[in-house]
């Protein structure tokens, strides 16, 4: 790589697995983190520098940053990581990446535009899993159809959570799902639409969700109307219906930092052997305002590796300057087909109809 990297929250399950890919890859990164300890043991493991500090310091922060080129954020909840390292890279001219996937959160970097553009500095979020492949198949599908109206993105292949994605689900627990209206965020209840998806082997359910493609799809093709959905299990399409008994148990702050304690203890992430044999698939579906409709499915190796894959190309190619400053989405920084050049990763696009 071009320039210096670091990698916050690097010791974490996805961290670790893009400072590996990074490694491997060729790169020195330096990783850094809150705890002491763990980046010890991960810069001695892959003789790296290393530089441990909070992110409750915002002078701390940009000393900490001043002397990179680009920051790599994977320290998820990203609500809580996001702004701080933004506010320190915009101060020290540092570019920003990081693999976030909520909506609210690519929301709040996206009204930070103009202030990158200023400080010349490039905000490239959700560089992972959660919207890469999305996001990259939204465009697709968009330069399909002419003046496409309704986006519909659907997915199928979750399991096997990590520490940090466990950690977002309970932070999110007490929020409504959401889809996107005449270009404006609408919230919804949870799982409140569901529809048949045929990933390729046959129809299955899928429930509406709230996925980063939101966000960072509306502004890569600038479709007004945009749903996206998940498979899951019909006991936990009851649940996200009917659980709102239980919800305020699970808000109250004390049971909240308890579970978050338990993830921490009890949640690994899944193997290797997990990661390897996992696939994930994707359908989308565009529509305009003459009927005509459009479909595409892209399959993916497990969303972990598809993650320490894109985040890591995505971090080479800022630090060769191959991007523009200013908020940017995955699309529009490396194109439509950024997502069909990783190992593993095929594409069906059909006719319009």
């Not at 933004?86 to 540092?94: H, M, P, R, S, V």
């Not at 553009?117 to 890469?132: H, Q, S, W």
């Amino acid at each position: 790589m071009d320039g210096t990297l670091l990698i916050y929250g690097s010791y974490g399950y996805t961290g670790d697995l893009i400072t590996r890919r990074a490694v491997d890859d060729g790169a020195t990164p330096i990783v850094a983190g809150r705890r002491a300890e763990p980046l010890e043991e991960q810069a001695t493991e892959f003789e790296l520098d290393h530089q441990a500090f909070s992110l409750t310091h915002p002078d701390i922060i940009e000393s900490s940053i001043a002397d990179v080129d680009a920051v790599l954020n994977c320290a998820g909840p990203f609500s809580g990581t996001a702004e701080p390292l933004i506010d320190a890279c915009l101060e020290t001219g540092t570019n920003y990446l990081d693999i976030a996937g909520r909506v609210e959160v690519l929301e709040s970097i996206a009204e930070r535009d103009r202030e990158a553009e200023t400080a010349d500095v490039t905000l490239l979020p959700g560089v992972g899993f959660d919207v890469v492949p999305t996001d990259c198949l939204a465009a697709i599908l968009n330069a399909k159809l002419p003046e496409t109206e309704h986006l519909t993105l659907a997915l199928d292949g979750l399991e096997n959570f990590s520490p940090g994605t466990v950690k977002s689900i309970i932070e999110s627990v007490n929020r409504p799902s959401a889809m996107r209206e005449d270009g404006e965020i609408q919230s919804v209840s949870p799982a409140w639409q569901s529809r048949e998806f045929d990933f390729g082997s046959g129809e299955q359910t899928g429930v509406m969700v709230p996925w980063g493609a939101l966000s960072t799809a509306y502004y890569s093709t600038g479709i007004g109307t945009i749903e996206t959905y998940a498979t899951v299990p019909q006991a936990a399409v009851r649940s996200m219906r009917y659980g709102t008994a239980v919800t305020p148990i699970l808000t109250f702050g004390p049971i909240q930092q308890l579970l978050l304690y338990a993830t921490d203890c009890l949640v690994s992430g899944p193997t290797q052997d997990e990661r390897i044999q996992s696939t994930t698939r994707l359908f989308g579906e565009v529509t305009n305002g003459a009927g005509d409709r459009a479909t595409a499915r892209l399959t993916t190796p497990g969303i972990y590796d598809v993650t320490a894959a894109t985040a890591v190309e995505s971090a080479r190619r800022v630090l060769s300057d191959e991007v523009e400053s200013g908020f940017q989405t995955p699309s529009s920084a490396f194109g439509a087909d950024f997502i069909t050049e990783f190992d593993g990763v095929t594409l069906e696009v059909g006719e319009i109809t």
